[in-house]
Structures are given as C-alpha cells and as structure tokens.
C-alpha cells in the first residue's frame, strides 16, 4: 500500500535532477518488433540486410534485456529509491480502429515515451504511431494504485489523434539527405500539423520551465496543447528545436539537464541559436558529451536509435547520475564536473530503442518547483 500522509505528494517530480525516491522501470516482456507503418520504417542496420522481422522478439532478446534491465532495478533499489514495474501486456495483439490496423504493438521498455510526471501530475501522451496507440495500458495499474492513494495526484491524458494516414505526410521518408539539410529550418516531418501529436521524451522539466522539442514524434499543435494545457497551472512551455538532427525523437538523447545551471549537449546537434539564449541570459553551462564508444554502424541491427544513447543517462540526484557502463569517456567527463558515476550494463537494451532515461519514468523526487530562468524572455501560448 503506497503511502499518502507524507509531506511530499505520491507523485512529485518537477526536474530531472533531483533526489529520486520512486521510479518505474520498464520491461521487455512480450515485446515485439515495431511494425512498418506511415510514421515509423524500421530499417535493418547493415548494408544489404536482411528486412525488419515482424511479430514477437525472440525469447534470447527479451531475456537479455530483462536482464540489465532488473539490474538498472537493483542498483536503484541499492540507492533506496522504490522500483515499479509495468503489468504484462500482450503487444503480438494487433491494433485496430476505426482509422487504421496495425499488425502488432510494440512494448513497455521505455515508459518515458509515453508517460511524464509534471510536478504533482500525471500526464500521458498522445504519441505518434499506431503501433504505440495503446502503450499507456500497462502503466494504468500504476496510475490508479498513486491516483488512488494521493487526492493530491491529478491525471491528465491528452487527446488521442486519428492517426489516419492523412495524419502523416508519407513522402518525408523518400527525402534525399540534401532536402533535409535545405528544409532543416522547417520543421516539417512524417507528422502533419493537424492533430495534437506529441510523445512525452520530447519534453524536459526544469522547475517551472518546460522545453518541448519539435520533432517526429511531436508536432506544434501538440506543443500548443502542452502550452494551453500547462500555462494555466505555473509552467511555461518553450519549443526547442535542432536543426542539424534530420530525424528528430525525443529530447534525452540531445540535451540532458543534470542539475541546476548545467546541461549535457549533443555536439553534433547544437541548439537553435534563438533558444540557447534563455540558458545563457541565465547563467547556465552547456557541456558538450563526448563522442559515444560506439558508431552507429555498431549499434545492434534492430536498434533505430543513434549512437547518442549513450548520453541517456539517469540522475539519482544533484550530485549523483547513473551511465552505461562501457561509455567510459562520457564517465570521465561526469567526473570530471563533480558527479559519482555509478554504471550498469544496459546495450542488450538498445534494440528497443532506449537507454537509462528512456526505459524510467521517475514519478516522485525530493523536489519542489523553482524558477531556474528568472532572466527569460518568453513568449505565452497562442
Ligand atoms: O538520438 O536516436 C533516441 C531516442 C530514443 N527514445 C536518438 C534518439
């Protein structure tokens, strides 16, 4: 029975940094691989590869990755922080609405894609692709048991969109490369502008501040929801984006904050000039992570992430940030700014996309909202 007397609520969460006492880790069971669809071609990586399997991953792979993943749970639960997980789900069903079938589902590795925790909120996103239309199932059991426990807990769900195939523009994927370096600036990609579309890892929380980047995976009707949706309540909503990533997804494996006054940057994916701005005016530091260990021709064959997973790092608290455990040089820079470092094996769980951040949801930190832009020039919702 979770408790509900404390001085902090049950679900409590207003940055990404602070100390962290309760987190949901997910889970590779019953996962299958991402179907082909108009917001997602999953390649095989490799010169001619072999095509993207379809239906349940192996039984080896699952197992591999629930494996480093119970070992990111016991490490956690070692630092005292509580570790949940999600309920089964059965992702070989296929989806089907009035709009469009989809042939399988996908999993519940990375709880981040679709589930936030805005201060005492919790949100759940619209996402972007059919196959993951029905992803937030598996953490409802969760959000009823802190929804239940805490009248301070709200729940927020976003409106979920047709995902017709009007929704997505189908030609982006046929762009050559020098298309997308000439259109960098304009934020057009696989998702139209007329639905509210966004995944929750294209946002990060600085206290009062949200930055939401503009991306695949989240379009600017989506961050105009976020904007007059969270406004109201204190926050204040910035889009950000990064012209020079071709093929945006979620913000945590391009700019990590990691405590106050300090972010982790992707070098090969700076920040829109415009939008460096409010973290200079303000005194904060951008730290450009070192190059991954690995390219991305070593990325395992069936991960659609880039080699920047490694910068997917997980902070237990100011002082405190879990890396995986190969990425040596991005360990040394860590400690080099201060940080203990503790490591965990997690490559086995690439494949599904995600690393440390993407495969937690933190739902309560020691933390309370604070303004960490007071110099911020700021332009409210439209
Ligand atoms: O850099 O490939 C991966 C984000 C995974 N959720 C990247 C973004």
Known sequence: MIESSGAIPVV??????????????????????????????????GAGAAPFPTGPKPAEAVDRANEQLAGLAALLTAQGVTVRRPSPHDFSQPVRTPAFEAENQYCAVCPRDVM???????????????????????????VYEYWDADPRVTWTVAPKPTMADAMYRQDFWEWPLEERHARMHDSEFCVTQDEVVFDAADMSRFGR??????????????????????????FRVHPVHF???????????T????????????????????????FTDNGWRLVDAPQPVLTNDDMPPYCQSSKWLSMNVLSVSPEKVICEEQEKPLQDLL????????????????????????????????????????????????
């Open 12 to 45: 409590n969460a207003w940055n990404e940094w602070d100390t962290l006492q309760e987190v949901v880790v997910g889970s590779a069971t019953g996962a299958c691989f991402e179907p082909t669809e108009p917001g997602n071609r999953p390649q095989t990586r």
């Open 335 to 382: 400690y080099s700014l201060g940080f203990e470092v503790l490591t965990v094996p997690f490559r086995d769980v690439f494949e599904y996309g995600g690393s440390l951040h993407c495969a937690t949801w933190d739902i309560r930190r020691d933390s309370t909202r604070e303004d960490y832009f007071p110099a911020v020039s700021y332009r409210p919702a439209t």
């Open 243 to 253: 012209p020079l990533d071709y093929f945006p997804s979620h913000i945590d494996c």
């Open 209 to 234: 501040d949200i930055l939401v980047q503009e991306s695949m995976t989240t379009n600017r009707a989506g961050i105009r929801w976020l904007k007059r949706t969270l406004e109201p309540k204190g």
């Open 116 to 142: 936030i925790t805005l201060g005492n909120e919790i949100l759940e996103a619209t996402m972007s692709r059919r196959a993951r239309y029905f992803e937030y199932e598996p953490y409802r059991k969760l």
């Open 255 to 278: 700019f990590v904050p990691l405590r106050p006054g300090l972010v982790l940057t992707n070098p090969e994916r700076p920040i829109r000039e415009t939008e460096r701005q409010m």
